[in-house]
Structures are given as C-alpha cells and as structure tokens.
C-alpha cells in the first residue's frame, strides 16, 4: 500500500508517468471515466479549502467513482474529543483511498500509520501540500515543456507557505534550475530547506526583497499569499500581507513568455486586471489539480483505464 505524505515519496521518474497519465486524461478523458467505478475517495478536511477538497471530489466522480466526507472538524467526531488517529481508522472501513488536510504539521503522517487503505496528504499546515506541487509541475510541463533549465521566482509567505516548500523539494531534483526567492525579512524560505535541500543539492539560489529587481529574470514567477491563519500575531499579519502586489506595471520588464502560477486562493498579491495577461497561468493550475489527482488516485489504487 502506498501514501503521498512528501512529494519526496514519488521518484522523479514516478511523477514523469503522473505527468503522462494526466496528460493523456486531459486528451481522451471518456477513456478513464469509469476506471474507479466500485471505489470511494473520502476526503477529511480538518481545515477550510476550496480548490482542493472540490478537486479531488471532481477527479475521483471523473473517474467514476464516489466521495463521502467532512468540511470542517466540527462536522466530526473529532469536535467530541475523537483523535485524528481513530477518525482516520474509522474512515478506512469505509472508504479505498483518503484524501486529508490537517493544520498540524505532520497529522497525515501519523493517520497513515492507522489507516487501512492509501492515505493522500491535502496540505498540513505549513509544512507540505505534496498534490498542489504535482498540479504545479503539470502545469509548468505543460506551459514550458519541461521541468528544467529555467529561473523560477517564489514571491511572498515563503516561512509558512506549505507549497512553496513542497515545490522546492520537487524542483531540487531536476537539472538547472535557478530559484530566486523574495520575501520580507520575516517570512523567508526557512534555514533547513536552504541548507538541508539547495545547499546539500549544490543548487544555485539567490534571496531578494526586491519583486522588481528579480522580474527580468525570471521564467516562472510563484505568487503566495500571506497566510493569516498562520500568525499569532495579527498586527504582523496587517504590517506583512500588502508587501507584494503583482500589477499590469510591474510586469512590464518581465520575459514575454513569463508563466505567472499561484497556488489560491488569492487576496491582494494579483491584482484581477493581470488575469487576462496571456502569461497568467493560475487558473489553468485550477483545472490541471483534478487531472494530476485523478493520475495520483489511480496509481495509489493501482488501476489503469
């Protein structure tokens, strides 16, 4: 039985067959629309989300399967004191795969070591968001046509931004890629990705508080937003959010074939009049989340259209 805790727990060769498989589902989708036919995904979020929980709902109907599941944590038994641990073991008996968000780091990890059937991590907390980071590569696969030999920028929350720190990991095993990093003094990349992943790694980074500086540059720009759930402090919150805003203007030195990604829900950081720019590739990020987790899902349950 396999989980996806890390995006580490994939083979970069694994995610290439992940890549093929959502490639050839966004072509001949009729052919996978009853591959999970019999099987049930449930999807435990402990934590509010949208794109997420809606993506694997729609990618596992897709492929002709059901959903069952919760929302929020005091839709559970967890609100009368149930632990994560037998909610999840509860949860196998009835459903083949699970999908769960947690706001403790670590919790998908700890259920998968009581769950029956594969577990799935759908973020938790700031440390790994393991599926947004395959949607991301798909993406950039699909707009760039590799997943090497180019400059990408992660701009904003890059301290809690679980998916800046999932897509770092991923891109750390694939060949010439430049990572820029622009971030507030406070909310920098932490100490044991630069030095555990890009300086083990020998890889070539550099870290900017300077958005403007860093634009003509770059191939990929990572927009994040600053995480309000993730301060105990909101007077840091209300001094931090507003420092990056992506606008019409500031992309005027950026590259013509810049692929602009955001992992949302967005606030303040892209302004709406960049969405019709051509180089604006998030809501193409949106639609590529259920192709990826429909290929993710069917690895785990070892099924083929």
Same mark, same amino acid.
């Given at each position: ?17 992940? !890549? ?38 729609? +990618? ?5 399967? *059901? ?52 577990? !799935? ?18 993406? !950039? ?72 500086? +860093?634009?003509? *540059? ?88």
């Amino acid at each position: 039985m396999r989980n996806l805790i890390d995006i580490t727990d994939l083979t970069t060769e694994e995610i290439d067959q992940l !890549i093929a498989t959502a490639e050839d589902i966004i072509d001949r989708p009729e052919a996978y629309a009853q591959v999970c036919r019999g099987k049930q995904l449930a999807t435990l979020f402990f934590e509010p989300s949208t794109r997420t929980r809606l993506s694997f709902e729609s +990618a596992m109907l897709a492929l002709g399967g *059901q959903t069952l599941g919760f929302s929020e944590a005091m839709s559970s038994s967890t609100a009368k004191g149930e632990t994560v641990a037998d909610t999840i073991h509860t949860v196998s008996c009835y459903a083949d795969i699970i999908a769960m968000r947690h706001p403790k780091e670590g919790a998908p990890f700890a259920a998968s070591l009581r769950s029956e059937v594969p577990i !799935i991590n759908a973020g938790d907390g700031g440390h790994n968001h393991p599926t947004q980071t395959l949607t991301d590569l798909l993406t !950039i696969h699909r707009e760039k046509g590799r997943l090497n030999g180019f400059t990408i920028g992660f701009c904003g929350d890059l301290k809690f931004g679980r998916t800046v720190h999932s897509l770092v990991n991923a891109l750390s095993r694939e060949t010439d890629i430049k990572f820029v990093f622009i971030s507030p003094e406070e909310l920098k990349l932490p100490d044991y990705l630069k030095e555990n992943v890009l300086e083990r790694n020998g890889l070539l980074y550099e870290e900017t508080a300077s958005l403007e500086e +860093a634009m003509p *540059q770059l191939d990929i720009l990572y927009m994040t937003r600053v995480q309000k759930e993730r301060f105990f402090n909101e007077a840091d919150y209300i001094r931090l959010k507003d420092t990056y805003v992506l606008d019409p203007e500031k992309l005027v030195p950026a590259k013509e074939d810049l692929c602009i990604l955001h992992p949302l829900p967005r606030v303040n950081e892209i302004t709406v009049s960049v969405d019709d720019d051509p180089r604006a590739c998030y809501w193409k990020q949106v639609k590529n989340g259920k192709y990826i987790r429909m290929a993710l899902i069917m690895k785990l349950l070892d099924l083929k259209a």
